[in-house]
């Protein structure tokens, strides 16, 4: 396999050469003209075309063009991320028959021409990599996708309004829905808030808990939907097996329950930031509150009617101090991230707060107001109109002076430190992904971003690669409530696509076994994460062998590195492929020094 | 052109975060230097060392590995993998003197475009200061044509006998590969050799069934040295682009290769503790061989220390009064490649052992390593003549010293177990030593010695030449002969040979198609346990 090895899959065939000018991104910084005359060198090249955007109709156009008139079987591509347009460029060539698999584009715009200056310099680097591309394209099998059964049923975690739209739209697509949810009741968060954005004194239909707004689903319509089995105070204790088919164990009130489904919908959803972290915002004093709190005090006022009283007496309180970014935007003691919502939702409390109590000066302290939303610079002068204090400035404490309250802040604008007398603060608090749902990801081998909630992809893949699981609304980063049912309908949308083909056909980068070479020693079978090895007696030959569940399978190569005799190796990502390309790099290298 | 040293740098990036930082660092126009090609992979864990050898031997100055952040890789657990081998590869380097600031992880996450910059920038001045490595370019050898390659076998078949054959087949008949493997078979080799294999050279997989363990020589009628014409043929393939299927990725024939074409700063003597004596001039010069690369290769092998051999035969050493030699530019005797067909590598190692040895001054070699010894006796004296100093494997340098009374051995202990020898071919058959380890064995008294059914020159191969061709036909031949020693009731099975002891306990180590009580035997090394038994080394713990 390595030293002078000629890999039984190296053909004759010949390999045809694009690259692509991007429009200049790449022509302009990187001499393809010469980088063709280097390659035409090559005996193995058939055909070294340059196109200035093959991603374009022109593109697509002239690559079936050259495949019907030249018939070669393999090519090799000098352009942008294969990742981005290279579906583009390999499916229209797949179009006129050619084997995916026989196909390698290698990124020569984002990792070449646009970050090195010098275009003598780019252009070596280009040579290299395309021949690089070219001798890994030679030693690459022509291999068929792999069908996979994808199950009609989905399973959702999470009942809050994401998990609850996803459940709503699935089942209204046909499909059987389990809606997992472990407290006692639907709703999640979203059903505890006064209101939602822009709605903020709307009081018409309001019924406490705005269950009339259109924006949300119904919790009723959940209950009443023949499709959608809702299993409340459950928890999700394992989750095994591969796309399509997923065996999920559910710790319910009256015991364990077994189901097997084809797609997962994770809408875990997120919680607040606990001020307690932040000791000297003195949360532990009872007029010290979040903006979570100040909901429940709002909706509880509204049904008694008069205006707002504070915690600690009773009082109405004179002034109110609103302090932003509690949690979010800090190295130290909280999260860096920004979590979109809270200057949206503060302003629209205090606007709703001196609505109910006219008198009271209330104080907004913020660094930046982000608003993101439509209707929210609206919202915003509205809020000064109606007298709201916007102060820009962090509030560094709340101080508790022979009972009574103030806050020490600073107005960045005017250059002045200010001391405000406080009966009341509230801290907008940030958003963070919800108590457990770090286990769910693992189950589902989900990635966590460095703010540590869920990833759902790579935005750079197509969605294939998500394998049925679809990570919707807070769970993967602070939104609003109308986002994360748009996330939910979007995520929907895309399971039901999956299971109404039934079937996927998806790539066959997966691990493979030359059994003669198999020793059933088991040591792959161990460093699988993902259960899809299992080490079986040989029917053939007598003795262990291993066998690869393709389905289960996500081809990371872990068990071709642990496997000692390279016994098993993933498709197009062989060892010997990988050290072909490694050689022809080096070599171009050294014949251009 | 600028004279500087401009670093050739190989960056296997993962798909999910190394991959997109690259990107990303394109997007947002983020310059780094051009010396740095990315591979793509899927996981940085799937990076194998056998890989990043094959680059540090064919030129490339440096490689950095990105993968997603370390409690964060979109495969769970490969990031860390990697980081366990890359280390573990990073000492290989050391003891190697590649220098393991060649190579360089990076754990990144997608958005990280300015570390990915950074990363590279630094790497990359770093290479600058360590200078380009000194390893020689292969030459691409001259390309042979047919006429040449069959005088050149038609030679082989002379020099060995082959022509002598008289297909009996009795050599079929004892070869252990052929007892699976029903479409080997010695016989038909020569057969097809005489009757112009050299169409089909480059691919005939045959001649790297076979795993030289000249049982088939010890049989034949009429001496046909069939291991030679299997030597032979390796080499002539070779040229036609025939290779082996290596184990490890191929990682132990690129170090061998490395050491070959280049004389590095080796830092091999980590196994020499400060109360060992050792010299670097002397009348006994001990060989090595490569037991401190292996340590580094199989760090992920549970009861594998290969350096106690080298201590356990340096201890015994200085207890009967000698202070051997030890050299630090110590080179792979060469076996490795000789055996799997690279003639001009492995006579780069052999000049450079030979003038090594010299330059100590040594009267003497001694080897613990079988192979080692039949390379130097046999190999090095067929291409260099008769060698200036003597060869002398461990076990009969042992027993001379035992008989002579400079080595008391007396036993510290009172052993109960009983113990078996295994013949490692390389010392056995190839040798002639088959006497020595069994009058020895006389000095573990309490212990119980009893042979195997197959002993001496019928002992069964270990099943794995030269790290190549393993295969489930050869678990089953190590898987017998570990049973053979059960069953005469063996607790444990001592041999010499280091990649015996790999070998067989690679085999029963993990899961075994037979009831795992047949093959409870453990494996150990004879030097070491005489080492034990003599009280100069601890018991394993």
């Known amino acids: 396999m390595t030293g002078n090895g000629s890999d039984k899959d190296s053909t004759t065939n010949k390999i045809a050469v694009f690259l692509c000018g991007c429009r200049n991104e790449i022509s302009g910084h990187v001499d393809l003209e010469r980088l063709a005359t280097e390659l035409k060198k090559d005996p193995r090249i058939l055909s070294v075309s340059i196109h200035e955007a093959l991603c374009s109709k022109e593109g697509q156009l002239f690559l079936k063009k050259e495949i019907k008139s030249k018939g070669f079987a393999r090519v090799a591509v000098g352009a942008c991320s294969p990742n981005i347009q290279g579906l583009i460029v390999s499916r229209s060539l797949e179009e006129e028959g050619m084997n995916k698999y026989l196909f390698e584009q290698v990124n020569i715009r984002e990792q070449c021409a646009w970050v090195h200056r010098d275009k003598a310099e780019a252009t070596k680097k280009a040579t290299r990599l395309v021949r690089g591309a070219v001798a890994r394209v030679d030693r690459q099998s022509p291999l068929e996708d792999i069908e996979i059964p994808i199950k009609p049923s989905a399973l959702v975690i999470g009942g809050g309004v994401t998990g609850m739209q996803s459940a709503l739209d699935i089942a209204g697509a046909g499909f059987k829905v389990y809606l997992v949810e472990r407290t006692g009741e639907l709703g999640g968060r979203t059903y505890k808030l006064s209101m939602t954005f822009p709605t903020h004194n709307c009081g018409i239909c309001c019924m406490q808990y705005c269950k009339e707004c259109v924006f949300t689903p119904k919790i009723e319509d959940v209950l009443q939907n023949k499709n959608i089995e809702v299993l409340l105070e459950t928890e999700i204790e394992d989750i095994t097996g591969g796309f399509g088919s997923r065996g999920v164990t559910l710790r319910t009130p009256t015991g364990k329950k077994e189901l097997e489904v084809g797609t997962i919908i994770v809408a875990t959803g997120s919680k607040t930031f606990d001020p307690k972290r932040i000791p000297e915002l003195r949360y532990g004093n009872p007029d010290v509150i979040t903006t979570v709190e100040l909901e429940h005090l709002l909706v509880a006022q509204r049904e008694k009617g008069g205006g707002l009283k504070r915690p600690s007496d009773g009082k109405a309180p004179q002034t109110v101090n609103f302090v932003q970014c509690v949690g979010s935007r800090d190295k130290t003691k909280g999260n860096l991230h920004c979590s979109l919502v809270c200057c949206t939702y503060a302003i629209g409390q205090a606007r709703e707060l001196k609505r109910m109590n006219p008198g009271a000066d209330v104080y907004i302290h913020y660094i930046d107001l982000r608003g993101p939303y439509r209707g929210f610079e609206e919202f915003y002068q509205s809020a000064k109109e109606e007298g709201i204090n916007f102060v820009r400035g962090r509030v560094s404490e709340v101080v508790e002076d022979k009972g009574k309250m103030f806050v020490r802040a600073v107005d960045t604008d005017l250059d002045t430190l200010l001391s405000i007398d406080s009966d009341l603060v509230v801290l907008a608090v940030g958003q963070e992904p919800a108590d457990g749902s770090d286990k769910i990801a693992k189950m589902l081998h989900i990635q966590t971003d460095i703010d540590k909630f869920m990833k759902d992809i790579n935005p750079m893949f197509p969605s294939e690669f998500r394998r049925g699981i679809y990570v919707a609304g807070t769970a993967q980063g602070p939104r609003g409530v109308r986002y994360s049912i748009e996330d939910a309908k979007a995520a929907a949308a895309s399971a039901i696509e999956l299971m109404k083909k039934g079937k996927k056909e998806f790539p066959r980068i997966v691990a493979f076994v030359e059994e003669d070479r198999c020793r059933g020693c088991g040591r792959c079978e161990k460093t699988c994460e993902y259960e899809a090895i299992s080490i079986v007696p040989n029917e053939k030959k007598g003795g262990l062998v291993s066998k690869i569940d393709e389905v289960r399978c996500e081809g990371c190569g872990a068990c071709a590195v642990a496997c000692c005799n390279k016994a098993i190796t993933v498709n197009n990502f062989r060892l010997e492929q990988v050290e072909a390309m490694v050689r022809a790099i080096v070599e171009e290298a050294e014949s251009s020094e | ?541």
């Not at chain 2, 092998?301 to 202070?323: C, P, T, W, Y």
């Open chain 2, 1 to 541: 052109m600028s004279e500087r040293f401009e670093p050739k740098v190989i960056a296997f990036t993962c798909t999910w975060c190394g991959y997109p930082s690259a990107s990303l660092a394109g997007v947002n126009k983020v310059e780094y230097p051009p010396n740095v090609n990315i591979v793509r992979v899927m996981c940085s864990g799937s990076v194998d060392p056998g890989v990043i050898m094959d680059s540090f031997e064919h030129g490339v100055d440096g490689v950095i590995v990105f993968g997603c952040l370390i409690d964060n890789c979109h495969y769970v657990s490969g990031n860390k993998k990697a980081q366990e081998r890359i280390d573990a590869l990073k000492k290989l380097f050391d003891v190697m003197g590649l220098d393991s600031r060649r190579l360089r992880t990076e754990w990144i996450n997608a958005s990280e475009r300015v570390r990915f910059a950074q990363a590279t920038k630094e790497f990359v001045e770093q290479l600058r200061d360590l200078g380009p490595l000194p390893i020689s370019r292969t030459k691409k050898a001259k390309p042979r044509t047919k006429e040449q390659t069959v005088t050149a076998v038609k030679q082989l078949i002379e020099d060995t006998g082959a022509f002598d054959c008289v297909e009996c087949g009795k050599c079929t008949t004892v070869c252990p590969v052929a007892k699976y493997d029903t479409n080997f078979a010695p016989r038909t080799i020569v057969l097809r050799a005489m009757e112009g294999i050299v169409d089909n050279i480059a691919k005939d997989r045959d001649i790297w069934t076979c795993i030289t363990c000249e049982q088939c020589n010890a049989m034949c009628p009429y001496k046909v040295d069939y291991s030679g014409f299997i030597r032979g043929m390796r080499e002539e393939a070779s040229i036609f682009g025939g290779a082996a299927l290596c184990s490890q990725g191929g990682l132990i024939h690129s170090t061998q290769r490395i050491m070959a074409k280049a004389d590095l700063k080796q830092n091999r003597l980590g196994w020499v503790k400060e109360d060992m004596k050792v010299a670097d001039k002397g009348d006994v010069f001990y060989f090595t061989g490569c037991l401190p690369h292996y340590d580094c290769i199989f760090f992920d092998r549970q009861g594998l220390r290969m350096q106690d051999i080298s201590e356990g035969a340096v201890r015994i050493m200085n207890k009967a009064g000698i202070v051997p030699v030890v050299s630090n530019e110590e080179k792979c005797c060469g076996h490795d490649l000789n055996w799997t067909g690279d003639e001009d590598d492995f006579e780069k190692l052999m000049e450079h052992n030979i003038e090594l040895v010299k330059k100590s001054g040594a009267k003497k070699v001694v080897f613990t390593c079988p192979e080692c010894y039949r390379t130097f006796k046999s190999d090095y004296q067929d291409l260099s003549g008769d060698l200036p100093f003597g060869l002398i494997h461990f076990s009969d340098f042992v027993k001379e010293l035992a008989d002579s009374g400079q080595l008391k051995l007396q036993a510290t202990k009172s052993p109960t177990f009983t113990f078996s020898y295994h013949d490692s071919c390389r010392l056995g058959r190839h040798s002639g030593v088959y006497d020595s380890p069994r009058e020895l064995a006389k000095a573990f008294s309490s212990a119980k010695f009893v042979e195997m059914q197959n002993t001496r020159d019928k002992a069964v191969c270990c099943a794995v030449s030269a790290w190549s061709n393993c295969n489930a036909n050869a678990k089953k031949i190590q898987i017998d002969r570990v049973v053979e020693a059960k069953k005469v009731g063996a607790d444990r099975l001592l041999m010499f040979c280091p990649k015996c002891q790999i070998h067989l306990k690679c085999a029963i180590q993990d899961k075994v198609p037979v009831d795992p009580s047949l093959v409870d035997v453990k494996i150990e090394d004879y030097t070491v346990a005489l080492a034990r038994l003599l009280g100069l080394m601890p018991e394993e713990s």
